[in-house]
């Protein structure tokens, strides 16, 4: 029987030691010991599978791999320190010096960093669509083009790109689709359900939940995976077992946290949508969101992230962040707590005022993402915050 999404994330668990302990137990061990010589060499040669040294693999974050797999039906994955380190090394893995990339304009700050600062530097060229303009996709395919990048929902605008379709493409051009999952969640979408190759999650965000830790994942082709492994083997940025411990738990009320954490994004869309003092509002699930239809096909819910724009601009968006009592005012999301976030001077500071209007980023845009506080309290806080502007 095929157990459903909540059933695995809580009773998916390495096997019990003698000791039989409910709560799977925590291997802060940096090697593991052989019985004999002939076990050492056989363990090395990959004939035996077992754990040899934790910067390979370890019981934990073997747990939280083989969850992480299960719930976004992938062959396999790797566990990273943080999200960063998943995708620099999902890409040094697998590219070569002279490839090309074909990526959204809107992803995340740091990805952005990798594809402008440092992959020229090893003849590494990224070509950029609008998250609005996927038919384009097909024209900035070169010879050399390698992968197709996305996220989806985008950070911070909460755009939508339809993930069926991009596959197509890749699969027509015989690229790869890699797409960053960490907005979604395996709770919300699964990109290879439509056709993608390997799917990154940052675990930092939403999967822990909490604000507690750092960690990454990429999941999906053994093969692929295979390469990505090896890659990091040498090279060193695995998750701690800590952590991994830490996150196969938060995968455990990852369901029930998100349920809620989406009602209360709906709910304070649908009251942004009334509002006097907001330009507009884009929310995944609203009827108004320009991908209305797509959000409805690859989504099982609309996430936690709600993007608006507030009267009156930069002072405007200036008051309204003066004005907040209970959200924090953080750069962080997918939290506990209800966080609010002002991008056009923060997150995304450093892009030029073009770039940021081609990626959705507006003087007045306010990011917030939703917590578990209850909806009444967080809404209270926001129109209070409003009526000052
Ligand atoms: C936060 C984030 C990352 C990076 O994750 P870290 O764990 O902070 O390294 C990557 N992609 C997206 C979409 C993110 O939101």
């Known amino acids: 029987m095929n157990k459903h999404f909540e059933t695995i994330a809580v009773r998916d668990q390495i096997e019990r030691t003698e000791n039989k302990e409910h709560s799977v137990p925590l291997y802060l ?16 040669a990959e004939e035996k599978q077992r754990d040899l040294y934790s910067r390979y693999s370890n019981p934990n974050t073997n747990e939280f791999i083989s969850k992480i797999c299960k719930l976004e039906g992938a062959e396999a994955g790797f566990a990273f320190a943080t999200g960063m380190a998943a995708v620099y090394s999902t890409f040094a893995a697998l590219l070569s010096s002279g490839d090309h990339i074909v990526s959204a304009r809107s992803v995340f700050g740091a990805t952005h960093g990798l594809f402008t ?46 993930l069926e379709y991009l596959s197509a493409i890749a699969k027509k051009h015989n690229l790869l689709l890699i797409v960053d999952n960490c907005f979604a969640t395996p709770y919300l979408q699964n990109p290879i359900k439509f056709g993608a190759d390997l799917v990154i999650h940052s675990a930092t965000k939403l999967i822990d939940g909490q604000g507690r830790v750092l960690g990454g994942i990429t999941v999906g082709n053994a093969e692929l995976i295979r390469e990505i492994y090896l890659f990091s083997r040498l090279t060193g940025p695995s998750m701690s077992p800590f952590n991994a411990w830490v996150l196969s738990k938060s995968l455990e009320t ?28 884009k929310y ?55 966080i609010v976030t002002h991008p056009a001077s923060t997150t995304h500071a450093k892009l030029a005022k073009e770039d940021k209007l081609a990626v959705g980023i507006t003087a007045g845009m306010v990011r917030c993402s939703l917590g578990l506080e209850h909806i009444e309290d967080i809404i209270a806080d926001i129109e209070q915050a409003l009526e000052k502007i």
């Open 284 to 338: 995944p699930f609203l009827k108004s969101h320009p991908k209305y239809d797509v959000a409805k096909k690859q989504m099982r819910l609309g996430g936690t992230i709600v993007a608006f724009e507030v009267d009156g601009g930069v002072a405007g968006g200036k008051t309204f962040f003066d004005s907040i009592e209970m959200c924090s005012l953080s750069a962080n999301l997918g939290d506990s707590r209800t």
């Open 254 to 281: 990852l369901a029930v946290r998100a349920d809620r954490q989406c009602d209360n994004a709906l709910k304070l869309a649908e009251y942004l949508e009334k509002h006097p003092k907001v330009k507009w509002v």
């Open 29 to 44: 061990t940096s090697g593991f010991v052989f019985d004999d010589a002939e076990e050492m060499r056989a363990s090395f």
């Open 117 to 162: 600062k440092y992959f020229p530097k090893w003849d590494i060229e990224t070509s950029y669509f609008g998250v609005n303009e996927v038919e384009n996709v097909e024209s900035l395919i070169q010879p050399n083009t390698k992968f197709i990048y996305c996220e989806t929902p985008t950070n911070p605008g909460v755009d939508v790109l339809d």
